[in-house]
């Protein structure tokens, strides 16, 4: 029985720092998504929110809360939230549900306002809260662990920060006709290495920013679909696994790993398992994959990605950077879209938005950013403690 | 007059001066190693509802990576007025083969710790007070032994 689900709509509200609230962002790409799919809000029987824990109450319960915005009616809602992966948590439990048979038609939504600067732990003395602790005791902010992989990566493939820097600049690139992106500006090797230091190796213009935004996608069951389209893309494959004993790659927001003591290392790397299992549900291997959209919380970070996803071998990534292989035109372009460089990152958005990018690969709709002929795309990404999550589509 | 010398997180490392250690605990059926003590962060899914012994880890690993970071860093982060940069360590630990986190010990140039390196946990001053000097563990450059 195949287990594939329709994209039949998909919206955004552009990314920026636009200071409004996010249900607005949240309206604004489901009436985008729901005008895409040819559909009603009336006709939506169950709607997915991914939820935002940085605008109170409403964020918490933002299934619930998007409904409302658009006018309840009595259809089924869930809020869910992984963090980075609070999006694909939604898709997935949409796409469970389309394909339990409780509905045939979905509505998945996450939004997002940020505020400036770091992101930051909750307030208040939480000292049983390992996420509070690891700023008071070690200062170890989110860009401290990019930094870690970054670092790594020279000093074991001798890596350089010009490569690092060299994903920033294609990636500045990929974005710039992409009308929905925060920044669209070319930038070169040596902007980013004139760029102030933030986590050494790591300059400011490497790291991605927080920002405002929302995305949406409508699912619906294939029979659904073929009543209203042709060929839709579809969502093959999702996974939203957590890493398997012991994991010995240290983790936001962590103090330390597990333990490898006397017991055998997994197969694969917590990453590296990710996008295997959602390849695993969809039926494919890396080497069908046509373009890419990775979370690109740093450069280094996206070159770890292509490893993770089967694109190259470990320590090969700087090389295929190199080569063009990643930069639109190349072999298997990674974030046409301009990813987390272009965009900054709105949390429970930013999953759905992946999807959204690769929807309109498929459809050939991606303006001035277009992979020639792809036909199977995969996305890639990872919440704190542990959340992570990829999802195939394909035409 | 001289503050008194208190744990930034009580119960976490032996505020031994010379040879300070971290507080984990280690599983009775699995052997494996937690930290920190007081969170129940991780488990070995082979033993998820083991006892756990208080256990003094090792004080000497290898470096598995380093940041440096050149911005102030949002609360709870006590910084120093004015700010300084300061360098977080990622250690693996040989014994328990677990990754700890630990800011570079003070006086330490940071361009001269590489990955692979060999430390060793001392104790620094994390922030102070008026009545306190808050101390903290912190990994330098291990100076030879065994560990």
């Not at chain 2, 007081?38 to 899914?45: D, Q, V, W």
């Amino acid at each position: 029985m195949s287990r594939d689900v329709a994209v039949l709509g998909v919206g955004m509200h552009p990314w920026g720092k636009w200071g409004r609230n996010f249900v607005e962002y949240g309206r604004v790409a489901a009436r985008d998504a729901l005008a895409d799919a040819g559909l009603q809000w009336s006709d939506i029987q169950f709607v997915a929110g991914a939820d935002t824990v940085r605008n109170g109450y409403p964020g918490y319960v933002a299934g619930a809360t998007f409904a409302q915005a658009l006018g309840f009616t009595g259809n089924q809602a869930a809020s869910c939230y992984g963090a980075c992966a609070s999006g694909a948590q939604a898709i997935d439990l949409a796409r469970a549900q389309i394909l339990s048979g409780k509905c045939d038609v979905a509505l998945v939504i996450g939004a997002d306002t940020t505020p400036r600067g770091f992101l930051a732990p909750n307030k208040g003395e939480r000292g049983d809260d390992p996420d509070w602790l690891r700023f008071r005791l070690l200062g170890a902010t989110n860009p401290t662990y990019f930094a870690f992989y970054a670092r790594r990566r020279m000093d074991l493939y001798g890596a350089s920060s010009a490569d690092f820097a060299r994903v920033k600049v294609k990636n500045s690139r990929h974005g710039l006709e992409n009308p929905r992106a925060r920044y669209r500006k070319e930038v070169t090797e040596e902007q980013v290495l004139s760029s102030p230091l933030v986590s050494e190796p790591l300059h400011l213009l490497e790291i991605c920013a927080t920002s405002d935004g929302g995305a949406a996608m409508v699912l619906t069951s294939m029979d659904y679909a073929r009543r209203m389209t042709t060929d839709p893309v579809r969502v093959a494959g999702v996974a939203t696994i957590t890493p398997t004993y012991p994991n010995t790659v240290i983790e936001m927001p962590n103090f330390s790993t597990d333990s490898a003591h006397g017991v055998p290392l997994p197969g694969r790397s917590f990453r590296d398992s990710i996008a295997a299992a959602a390849y695993e549900d969809a039926g494919i291997g890396p080497d069908e994959v046509d373009t890419a959209e990775v979370y690109d919380l740093s450069t280094a970070l996206e070159l770890d990605w292509y490893e993770n996803l089967g694109l190259c071998a470990p320590g090969e990534a700087e090389r295929l950077l190199n080569d063009g292989d990643t930069t639109l035109g190349g072999r298997v372009p990674v974030n046409p879209s301009g990813g987390l460089a272009c965009f900054g990152e709105a949390v429970p958005a930013q999953a759905i938005a992946q999807v959204c990018e690769l929807t309109w690969q498929l459809r050939g709709q991606a303006d001035g950013r277009q992979v020639e002929g792809a036909r199977v795309g995969v996305s890639a990404n990872q919440g704190l403690f542990g959340h992570g999550s990829s999802v195939v589509v394909r035409i | 007059m001289s503050k008194n010398r208190v744990a930034a997180a009580e119960g976490w490392f032996t505020m031994d001066a010379d040879e300070p250690r971290l507080l984990g605990t280690r599983g009775v059926d699995s052997g494996s190693y937690f930290f920190p003590p007081s969170m129940a962060t991780s488990a070995n899914p082979a033993h998820p509802f083991e006892e756990r012994e208080p256990v003094e880890l090792s004080r000497r690993g290898r470096v598995w990576s380093l940041a440096t970071n050149h911005y102030q860093p949002p609360e709870p982060y006590v910084s120093p007025e004015p700010f300084e940069p300061y360098t977080v360590l990622a250690v693996e630990l040989e014994e328990e083969k677990m990754v700890i986190l630990g800011q570079l010990a003070d006086g330490v140039a940071p361009e001269t710790v590489k990955v692979g390196d060999p430390v060793e946990l001392v104790l620094g001053t994390l922030y102070e007070d008026d009545d306190n000097e808050y101390l903290v563990w912190k990994w330098q450059p291990a100076t030879g032994g065994q560990g």
